[in-house]
C-alpha cells in the first residue's frame, strides 16, 4: 500500500493572490496546520453579500401598530434563477412604550409588491451591486405576501408583553441552518406594537447566489 | 514514502454546478484557503432541512394552562427509517400575564400514536424543497396529546425555560440551539409544552430539524 506524506505550503507572510481557476497549493500555518474558511466568510469575502438597513442613529423609525400580516418594515426579493440566504438580523428599540411588543423576520416564496426601494449595500465596500432587490419604509409600508403558517417561514421572531423595562429590547440573530430562499421570493421584516409602535433601528444581511450554484 | 501537497483550485469569481456524482476539485480562495461547508448549512441547501412554527405575527397561539405530561403545543413524528435532528428552538410571548410560565422542547421513544387535531405540513426551509417524510402536528393549549406521560428515564429534556412571575425585567424570547443534535428514529417524537398557571401565554414559535434516512446515520 502506497503510504503518502500530505504537505501543506506555508504562507503566512505574503497571502497570494492567485487567478481563477488555478490550481494552488493549499495553504498552511508556519505550524504546519491546514487553513480553510467557511462557506459565510468565503461568500462575504466573494461579494457576494448585502446589508438592508433601516434607521439613522439620529433618526430610529417607528414602527408599525399592531403588525398585519400583509405589512413590513423592510424586505429583500430574489427573482426565478437567484437564491437568496439570510445570514444575520440585529435590530434595537430606544423607545418602546406600547404594549404586546413583536418583532419578527420571515421568508416566503413571493417577492413584495410596494415599499420605498432601498438599493441592498454591498457587505464589500465597493463590491458589486446586487442583483435582488430591496424595500425599506417603517410603519409597515412594503407590502409583502400573507403571513400564513403553512407557506411562510419564520426566522426569528422576538416579542415582549409590556413596555420597555429592565429587559433587554435589542436582539441579534445569527443561524445556525440558513434559510434558502430560491427565487422567485424574498425575506421581511415586521415590527409593532399595540397602540404606539416602537422607535428602532434594525439591518438585516443575506447572501445572493445563482440557484443553479446549488440546486 | 511519497510525497503529496495538496492543492486546490481557485474559484471565486464563478461558482461551479458539478453534476451529481462527478468528482470537483476542491475550491480554494485566491489565497490558498480550503473552501469548507459545515453539515447544518449543507443540509439546509440539499433541502434536508424542515420547520414547524406556531402563531402568525397578528395571531400568536395561546399555551396551555398547567402544562399536564403529555400535552404539547408542538409536535413531530419520525415513522420508520428516518432520522430527525432537533436543531433549533425560537419561542417569544407577547402577552405573559400569568405566573409559573414554562417552555421545554423533549423528545421520546414511540410508545402510542400522537393525538391530534391539527396536522402541520412542515415547511422546507428551501423555499420550493421537497415535501417533509416526516409528520407534524400544531395545537395550541396543549391540544396535541403525545400518547404518553413523561417518563425521566425515556424522555429526553433538550431544552427547559421557566419564569415564576408575570413578564416583566426579564426576557421573554429565547432560542435553543445545540452544539450538536440529538438524533430520534424508529418513531421518535419530539414536542414542545408552552404553559402557565391561570391563563396561557401568547407566543409565537418554531423548531427547526433535520431529516435524513436513518440509513445514512447507522
Same mark, same amino acid.
Given at each position: 500500500?502506497?503510504?503518502?506524506?500530505?504537505?501543506?505550503?506555508?504562507?503566512?507572510?505574503?497571502?497570494?493572490?492567485?487567478?481563477?481557476?488555478?490550481?494552488?497549493?493549499?495553504?498552511?500555518?508556519?505550524?504546519?496546520?491546514?487553513?480553510?474558511?467557511?462557506?459565510?466568510?468565503?461568500?462575504?469575502?466573494?461579494?457576494?453579500?448585502?446589508?438592508?438597513?433601516?434607521?439613522?442613529?439620529?433618526?430610529?423609525?417607528?414602527?408599525?401598530?399592531?403588525?398585519?400580516?400583509?405589512?413590513?418594515?423592510?424586505?429583500?426579493?430574489?427573482?426565478?434563477?437567484?437564491?437568496?440566504? @439570510?445570514? !444575520?438580523?440585529?435590530?434595537? /428599540?430606544? +423607545?418602546? =412604550?406600547?404594549? %404586546?411588543?413583536?418583532? #419578527?423576520?420571515?421568508? *416566503?416564496?413571493?417577492?413584495?409588491?410596494?415599499?420605498?426601494?432601498?438599493?441592498?449595500? @454591498?457587505? !464589500?465596500?465597493?463590491?458589486? /451591486?446586487? +442583483?435582488? =432587490?430591496?424595500? %425599506?419604509?417603517?410603519? #409597515?409600508?412594503?407590502? *409583502?405576501?400573507?403571513?400564513?403558517?403553512?407557506?411562510?417561514?419564520?426566522?426569528?421572531?422576538?416579542?415582549?408583553?409590556?413596555?420597555?423595562?429592565?429587559?433587554? =429590547?435589542?436582539?441579534?440573530?445569527?443561524?445556525?441552518?440558513?434559510?434558502?430562499?430560491?427565487?422567485?421570493?424574498?425575506?421581511?421584516?415586521?415590527?409593532?406594537?399595540?397602540?404606539?409602535?416602537?422607535?428602532?433601528?434594525?439591518?438585516?444581511?443575506?447572501?445572493?447566489?445563482?440557484?443553479?450554484?446549488?440546486? | 514514502?511519497?510525497?503529496?501537497?495538496?492543492?486546490?483550485?481557485?474559484?471565486?469569481?464563478?461558482?461551479?454546478?458539478?453534476?451529481?456524482?462527478?468528482?470537483?476539485?476542491?475550491?480554494?480562495?485566491?489565497?490558498?484557503?480550503?473552501?469548507?461547508?459545515?453539515?447544518?448549512?449543507?443540509?439546509?441547501?440539499?433541502?434536508?432541512?424542515?420547520?414547524?412554527?406556531?402563531?402568525?405575527?397578528?395571531?400568536?397561539?395561546?399555551?396551555?394552562?398547567?402544562?399536564?405530561?403529555?400535552?404539547?403545543?408542538?409536535?413531530?413524528?419520525?415513522?420508520?427509517?428516518?432520522?430527525?435532528?432537533?436543531?433549533?428552538?425560537?419561542?417569544?410571548?407577547?402577552?405573559?400575564?400569568?405566573?409559573?410560565?414554562?417552555?421545554?422542547?423533549?423528545?421520546?421513544?414511540?410508545?402510542?400514536?400522537?393525538?391530534?387535531?391539527?396536522?402541520?405540513?412542515?415547511?422546507?426551509?428551501?423555499?420550493?424543497?421537497?415535501?417533509?417524510?416526516?409528520?407534524?402536528?400544531?395545537?395550541?393549549?396543549?391540544?396535541?396529546?403525545?400518547?404518553?406521560?413523561?417518563?425521566?428515564?425515556?424522555?429526553?429534556?433538550?431544552?427547559?425555560?421557566?419564569?415564576?412571575?408575570?413578564?416583566?425585567?426579564?426576557?421573554?424570547?429565547?432560542?435553543?440551539?445545540?452544539?450538536?443534535?440529538?438524533?430520534?428514529?424508529?418513531?421518535?417524537?419530539?414536542?414542545?409544552?408552552?404553559?402557565?398557571?391561570?391563563?396561557?401565554?401568547?407566543?409565537?414559535?418554531?423548531?427547526?430539524?433535520?431529516?435524513?434516512?436513518?440509513?445514512?446515520?447507522?
Amino acid at each position: 500500500m502506497a503510504i503518502a506524506e500530505i504537505q501543506v505550503r506555508v504562507n503566512q507572510d505574503a497571502p497570494r493572490a492567485a487567478g481563477e481557476e488555478i490550481y494552488i497549493d493549499i495553504k498552511g500555518s508556519k505550524r504546519g496546520e491546514m487553513c480553510v474558511v467557511d462557506f459565510f466568510t468565503q461568500m462575504y469575502l466573494e461579494q457576494r453579500a448585502y446589508s438592508v438597513r433601516i434607521g439613522s442613529v439620529s433618526a430610529p423609525v417607528t414602527s408599525d401598530v399592531a403588525i398585519t400580516t400583509l405589512e413590513a418594515d423592510m424586505c429583500a426579493d430574489v427573482v426565478n434563477g437567484l437564491t437568496l440566504i @439570510p445570514t !444575520y438580523f440585529n435590530f434595537a /428599540a430606544n +423607545l418602546m =412604550t406600547g404594549t %404586546a411588543n413583536e418583532v #419578527g423576520f420571515k421568508s *416566503v416564496g413571493s417577492a413584495s409588491t410596494a415599499g420605498t426601494v432601498f438599493v441592498p449595500v @454591498p457587505l !464589500y465596500v465597493g463590491g458589486v /451591486a446586487a +442583483l435582488s =432587490t430591496a424595500r %425599506a419604509q417603517a410603519t #409597515g409600508n412594503c407590502t *409583502v405576501a400573507d403571513d400564513a403558517v403553512t407557506t411562510t417561514r419564520e426566522i426569528a421572531a422576538w416579542a415582549n408583553g409590556i413596555a420597555a423595562g429592565a429587559y433587554a =429590547t435589542t436582539y441579534v440573530y445569527k443561524p445556525r441552518l440558513p434559510h434558502i430562499v430560491n427565487g422567485a421570493g424574498g425575506v421581511y421584516v415586521q415590527v409593532g406594537a399595540t397602540t404606539t409602535g416602537c422607535q428602532y433601528f434594525a439591518a438585516f444581511e443575506y447572501i445572493e447566489l445563482r440557484t443553479a450554484n446549488i440546486d | 514514502m511519497a510525497v503529496e501537497t495538496l492543492r486546490v483550485k481557485v474559484n471565486q469569481d464563478v461558482p461551479r454546478s458539478v453534476d451529481e456524482d462527478n468528482p470537483a476539485d476542491w475550491k480554494g480562495s485566491k489565497r490558498g484557503e480550503g473552501c469548507v461547508i459545515d453539515f447544518y448549512t449543507q443540509m439546509a441547501l440539499e433541502q434536508r432541512v424542515f420547520q414547524v412554527r406556531a402563531g402568525s405575527v397578528s395571531a400568536p397561539l395561546v399555551g396551555d394552562v398547567l402544562i399536564t405530561d403529555q400535552k404539547a403545543e408542538m409536535a413531530v413524528e419520525a415513522p420508520s427509517g428516518l432520522t430527525l435532528m432537533p436543531i433549533t428552538f425560537n419561542w417569544c410571548f407577547n402577552l405573559s400575564a400569568a405566573t409559573l410560565f414554562e417552555v421545554a422542547l423533549k423528545s421520546r421513544p414511540w410508545t402510542t400514536a400522537i393525538t391530534f387535531t391539527t396536522q402541520f405540513t412542515p415547511l422546507n426551509l428551501y423555499i420550493g424543497g421537497v415535501g417533509a417524510l416526516s409528520r407534524a402536528y400544531v395545537d395550541a393549549a396543549g391540544g396535541v396529546d403525545v400518547g404518553a406521560n413523561e417518563d425521566l428515564t425515556l424522555d429526553r429534556l433538550h431544552y427547559h425555560w421557566a419564569q415564576p412571575i408575570a413578564a416583566g425585567a426579564y426576557r421573554t424570547t429565547d432560542t435553543w440551539e445545540p452544539i450538536a443534535p440529538s438524533a430520534l428514529n424508529n418513531r421518535a417524537i419530539a414536542y414542545v409544552q408552552i404553559g402557565a398557571d391561570t391563563t396561557g401565554p401568547s407566543y409565537f414559535a418554531t423548531f427547526q430539524y433535520i431529516e435524513l434516512l436513518t440509513v445514512h446515520l447507522s
